[in-house]
């Protein structure tokens, strides 16, 4: 029964939800912003267990080689009813999140709409439009289909948080390298990830002639000359900065731990592993990320 749940907990995409409410949190610890409303984070949650299950839950014809596939095709019915219910709960939490948004919401500049609509139309983009006689997604990028991913949840974990908190604090949004800097650190971090799981996907991904990292360069290749460099790039940019501005030894030392688990679990990715370790250890890297850098936020402060 454990199991069953844990399985679901994952292959259902809950866990997705829990990091991306936790990576929210942490940049309004990190950018010293006032926390968002549970209605706010509501909406966060469903709408990350919606886009992701979708994909699966639309499939006509899964994949039974795919533990994930297989796992939906017997589980159908409690995931329609479970993309129902987020359904409701997506469309109640809007209601009340949107209900605390001032008015002169539309008076903003024309920035904020800009910033408001780029991450949603790339996520649209991903699972693609039909153009014509032909569907255009960016999933069939290749070696970009990674950036794609760290750019939107970059923006929805990094961006969005402390934009809504700045609003219902009566402020502008305002650009500043720190917050940059952030967007930038989460959009590696995720990105990273995503090159890892496409050597999951490597079979499939040659078979259909999808050019990602690992397809071209092969593995080896992929790990040392793409993940260890990027990982690496990733704590050494944070160490200039953290430097640079006189963070406390704690939070230092906070922020350092899930680069170092992402360096480890980068060399980890010679030997082969089932799904279920992407799932919870590769992607579990996003909730470490969060609880460190929030931690770092907190306790950083005093020491």
Known sequence: MLYRLFRSFFFGNYFYGLC???????????????LNSLAYYSVVFSATVLYYTYAYADESTPNTNNERSSWYERNRRFVSYSQIVFTAVFVVAMIFFTRELPLYLVKVPFYYWIILLVFPSVAVLYYGVQLTTHKYNLRDTGWLKPFFIGFV????VSVYPVLFSDLKSGELYQLGLFKVMLFIKNFMFISVLCIMFDIKDYAADH????????????????IFYILLPLCSIGLGTFFVYAFAHHFSLLR???NTIPFILLIFVAYSMSKRKNIL???AVIDGLMLVKAICGSLGMILGSNF
């Open 277 to 279: 370790y992407y799932l």
């Open 252 to 254: 230092i030392v906070f």
């Open 20 to 34: 991306a409410v936790a990576l929210s949190i942490e940049s309004c610890f990190q950018l010293a912003a006032h």
């Open 207 to 222: 078979n259909q002639q999808l050019k990602t990292f690992v397809v071209h360069l092969g593995l080896r290749k992929t």
């Open 153 to 156: 949840w970059a923006g929805a």
